[in-house]
Antibody
Framework: QLQLQESGPGLVKPSETLSLTCTVSGGSISNSDYYWDWIRQSPGRGLEWIGKIYYSGGTYYNPSLKSRVTISVDTSKNQFSLKLSSVTAADTAVYYC????????????WGQGILVTVFS | QSVLTQPPSVSGAPGQRVTISCTGSSSNIGADYAVHWYQQLPGTAPKLLIDGNTDRPSGVPDRFSGSKSGTSASLVITGLQTEDEADYYCQSYDSSLSGSVFGTGTKVTVL
């Protein structure tokens, strides 16, 4: 059974960079049928797609966040990562990583989520 | 940002049928991209409930069904049970994002 686990700091100061890692177990991140996504959820904004990465490194980002987001992949560690720069209180949310089946754009498996609070 | 519109809440007594709508636009559902539904129990991550408009993943009870027509999709729960009390989200691909768009979410309450 595929499992995804988010890790990283739960508190980030305003104007700093949020950094999270998703570790994939039970399957290879190098499978060509899938993308690897980051999604966040906050009370005021619901579920919001942040971006996705292919195992070869190709990325797509939400245009509303594109100037601040970088997603990268490390196939040797079966991990992918999110960096969000210049954070504000509006970036406080639960951040999820997920596996996206490319054929129909289905988010098949999700991590448990990690709460990140932007707080000075 | 692009969003799919859902009713904030629906409710029903045990055993009743409830329907949740999901309305999109020409850049997502109306462009014939598949719609998926997720169930989110309190304090947990969303879980895939309906895949590709109508398909139930293994383990999902058959009281859950999905459909799609035009720029909208629907999730129906037939024979509502207390354990169905949760938040439900639709999701599709949006060509203007080159990525996923989500519904606004619907809270199902079992009376």
């Amino acid at each position: 059974q595929l499992q995804l686990q988010e890790s990283g700091p739960g508190l980030v100061k305003p104007s700093e960079t949020l950094s999270l890692t998703c570790t994939v177990s039970g399957g290879s991140i190098s499978n060509s049928d899938y993308y690897w996504d980051w999604i966040r959820q906050s009370p005021g904004r619901g579920l919001e797609w942040i971006g996705k990465i292919y195992y070869s490194g190709g990325t797509y980002y939400n245009p509303s966040l594109k100037s601040r987001v970088t997603i990268s992949v490390d196939t040797s560690k079966n991990q992918f990562s999110l960096k969000l720069s210049s954070v504000t209180a509006a970036d406080t949310a639960v951040y999820y990583c997920a596996r996206l089946r490319s054929r129909l754009n289905t988010l098949e498996y999700w991590g448990q989520g990690i709460l990140v609070t932007v707080f000075s | 940002q692009s969003v799919l519109t859902q009713p904030p809440s629906v409710s029903g007594a045990p055993g009743q049928r409830v329907t949740i709508s999901c309305t999109g636009s020409s850049s997502n559902i109306g462009a014939d991209y598949a719609v998926h539904w997720y169930q989110q129990l309190p304090g947990t991550a969303p879980k895939l409930l309906i895949d590709g408009n109508t398909d139930r993943p293994s383990g999902v009870p058959d009281r859950f069904s999905g459909s799609k027509s035009g720029t909208s999709a629907s999730l129906v729960i037939t024979g509502l049970q207390t354990e169905d009390e949760a938040d439900y989200y639709c999701q599709s691909y949006d060509s203007s994002l080159s990525g996923s768009v989500f519904g606004t979410g619907t809270k199902v309450t079992v009376l």
